[in-house]
């Protein structure tokens, strides 16, 4: 026999022994079940999302968040950077803008103080008329701040 099948056959005969030597672990069961053991969620998300309507790049943290006509964002960053976010009540997503150092460029004034309070966020404008502040820093991102704005007739 040479030498190749000598070392399989001592790392065979070095596994049996582990086998056998090896003490039974007692493995603890539940008895009981609860709803959480079968509680659905997202493993993951491929693709491009579904009929977007806007766009925005946050240029500083190489961020970019595509709105969708279902009241979706998605933000998109590096390998390992992918976010989903909803709106409560499903309208679609007319405007996105990612606040940069507390700044941004084309909504009213009456939000500057609010938005300056922030950095790290983004700013959605739904179909609905309301605007949303979401704080994009916390491990599950959340609606900070709305405003629902009635329309002008």
């Not at 008329?129 to 959340?142: A, F, G, Q, S, Y």
Request: hydrophobic fraction near 40%; glycine fraction near 6%; charge should be positive.
């Amino acid at each position: 026999m040479d030498k190749a099948g000598k070392r399989i056959r001592a790392a065979f005969e070095g596994l049996q022994n582990l086998l056998n030597n090896s003490q039974r672990v007692d493995l603890q069961t539940l008895d009981t079940l609860s709803p959480d053991d079968f509680a659905v969620t997202e493993v993951a998300c491929h693709g491009f999302p579904y009929q977007p309507t806007c766009l925005a790049y946050d240029p500083v943290q190489k961020l970019m968040a595509i709105g969708t006509q279902s009241g979706a964002i998605r933000i998109l960053g590096q390998p390992g950077v992918n976010v989903n976010l909803k709106h409560n009540n499903g309208a679609s997503v007319l405007q996105l803008q990612f606040l940069v150092n507390g700044v941004f460029c084309f909504f009213q004034v009456a939000l500057t103080y609010m938005a300056s309070l922030i950095q790290g966020a983004i700013i959605s404008l739904c179909s609905d008329c309301c605007v949303h502040l979401w704080n994009i820093r916390l491990k599950r991102p959340e609606i900070v701040h709305s405003l629902k704005f009635n329309r002008e007739r």
